[in-house]
C-alpha cells in the first residue's frame, strides 16, 4: 500500500475518540504473538521477546487495562456505574464463549493431526493429551478455566481481569493512588507467598493473576485520566535516560542467552542475583524492562504522529481494533504454521512463507470484522395486532 494521510475508518485522535497508539500497538502485538507461537521461526527475531526480559505479553494487558480506563472512566466519573458493569459484564461473557469455541476448535485440530500422521507429538507438545484420554472430566474443567492447552492462557487472563474490572473503577474513582498502591501491594504478596489460581489435574495458572493484575490495574490507572498527569516526568530527559539505560542492559544480557561467544558477558554474580527472570509470577525485571520500554514509546510515539494516520500502518491498526477475532484465528493459524514446518518443510523460506501468509490472513479477518461491524443494522419489524383482532370490536362492559 502507498503511503497516504488518510484516516482509516472509524479510527480518529481527539478527546473521546479512539487512540491510534493503542490500536498500533495491539496490533502490532497480535502480529508478535502470532509469529511467536509458532515454533522454531526464524521471524521470531523482529519480536520483543528475544531482545530484553519482557514480551508483547506485557503490552496486550497493559493497554487491555488501559483501553477500559480510557473507554470506560467518563462513564464512571459521570455517575454511571452500573451501565460501565452491564457492559464489562457482557464482554467478559463473549471473551469466555470466544474461548471456549477456540478450545474446541483448536484440540480439535491437534487431535486430528496427530491421529493422521500418527504423530503422538502434537498432543503431546500441547498438552491434549490428558483431553484425549478423558474427555468428560477434561471439558468440565476446561469450561471452569483450569485446564487450558499451550497458548490459550491469555483469554482467561484477560477474562477475570474484565470480571473485576468494576471493582477497580470504582477504587480509582474514590482513591486512585490508594487502589494503585493496593495493587502494587498485591503483586509483592502473591509472589513473595506463591499465590495463583491452581490447573487441572495439577500445577497453577501460567499468568499468575494476582501478580499480572498490576500491569492491568495500572493501565486502568493511566487510561482514567492520570497518564496525563505523569506524562511530562515520563518525557524528561532523566527519566528517558534512566529507560534508555535498562533497555541497553537488558538487550545486552538477552544477547548471551542466544549466542554462545557471549556466554560470559553476563558475570556469575549478577546471573545468581537476577535469576530466574520467570514469566509466571511477572518477575520484577520483567516489570522494569516494560515500564522502561513503556517511557520511550510515550516519547517517540505522540498521539498525533501522521504515520498512525497513514495506509501502510493500517493493517496493523485494523488487527488492533479487531484484536479478539484475530488472536482467536491466528492460534488456529500458528499450528497450522507449525504443522507444516513439521510435516512438509521446516526450512527458513518457508518459515518466513508461514508467517507472511499467516499475518496476511489475520488482516483479512480483521478487515472482514470491520467490514461486518459497519453493516447497516436489519429494518425493525413493528408489532401489529391478526387480522382478525383488528376486525373484532372491542368488547365494552355493560352499563351498570
Not at 100 to 111: E, K, N, W
Not at 211 to 240: D, M, T, Y
Not at 263 to 286: F, N
Amino acid at each position: 500500500m502507498g503511503a497516504s494521510n488518510e484516516t482509516p475508518r472509524n479510527v480518529a485522535i481527539g478527546p473521546g475518540e479512539r487512540d491510534l497508539r493503542l490500536d498500533f500497538l495491539r496490533g502490532l502485538g497480535q502480529w508478535m504473538i502470532f509469529i511467536d507461537h509458532i515454533p522454531y521461526n526464524v521471524l521470531s527475531w523482529f519480536t520483543l521477546r528475544n531482545y530484553g526480559f519482557c514480551d508483547a505479553a506485557e503490552f496486550f494487558v497493559y493497554i487491555s487495562g488501559y483501553s477500559i480506563g480510557f473507554a470506560y472512566g467518563p462513564a464512571v466519573k459521570r455517575g454511571e456505574m452500573v451501565a460501565a458493569i452491564k457492559r464489562l459484564w457482557t464482554r467478559a461473557a463473549q471473551l469466555y464463549v470466544a474461548h471456549v469455541f477456540l478450545f474446541l476448535f483448536f484440540t480439535a485440530q491437534i487431535a486430528r493431526a496427530a491421529r493422521r500422521f500418527d504423530n503422538p507429538m502434537y498432543k503431546d507438545e500441547f498438552n491434549v493429551a490428558q483431553f484425549l484420554a478423558n474427555p468428560d472430566i477434561m471439558i468440565q474443567q476446561a469450561l471452569m478455566l483450569k485446564y487450558k492447552p499451550v497458548n490459550l492462557d491469555v483469554l482467561p487472563l484477560y477474562i477475570v481481569f474484565v470480571v473485576a474490572a468494576p471493582l477497580v473503577l470504582w477504587g480509582l474513582l474514590r482513591r486512585p493512588h490508594w487502589t494503585l498502591a493496593a495493587s502494587g501491594l498485591l503483586y509483592l504478596v502473591s509472589r513473595h507467598f506463591g499465590w495463583n489460581l491452581p490447573s487441572f489435574p495439577d500445577g497453577h495458572w501460567y499468568f499468575n493473576p494476582f501478580a499480572w493484575q498490576f500491569l492491568f490495574v495500572f493501565g486502568i490507572w493511566c487510561g482514567f485520566g492520570n497518564g496525563p498527569k505523569v506524562r511530562p516526568w515520563v518525557k524528561s530527559w532523566p527519566n528517558q535516560t534512566l529507560s534508555w539505560t535498562i533497555v541497553l542492559v537488558a538487550f545486552v544480557i538477552a544477547m548471551s542467552w542466544n549466542f554462545e561467544a557471549l556466554y560470559g558477558l553476563v558475570p556469575e554474580s549478577v546471573g545468581k542475583l537476577i535469576y530466574p527472570i520467570d514469566k509466571t509470577s511477572l518477575a520484577p525485571l520483567r516489570l522494569i524492562h516494560f515500564l522502561a520500554l513503556l517511557t520511550i514509546v510515550v516519547k517517540l510515539l505522540p498521539p498525533d504522529l501522521p504515520a498512525l494516520r497513514s495506509r501502510r500502518l493500517h493493517p496493523i491498526i485494523l488487527c488492533g481494533q479487531r484484536s479478539l477475532p484475530v488472536f482467536c484465528v491466528g492460534v488456529i493459524l500458528s499450528f497450522t504454521a507449525h504443522w507444516i514446518l513439521v510435516q512438509i518443510s521446516g526450512g527458513i523460506a518457508m518459515q518466513i512463507f508461514v508467517s507472511v501468509v499467516g499475518i496476511g490472513l489475520l488482516v483479512a479477518v480483521a478487515w472482514i470484522a470491520t467490514w461486518y461491524r459497519n453493516l447497516p443494522t436489519l429494518f425493525t419489524v413493528p408489532v401489529t395486532m391478526p387480522v382478525e383482532d383488528e376486525a373484532k370490536p372491542a368488547e365494552t362492559k355493560p352499563r351498570a
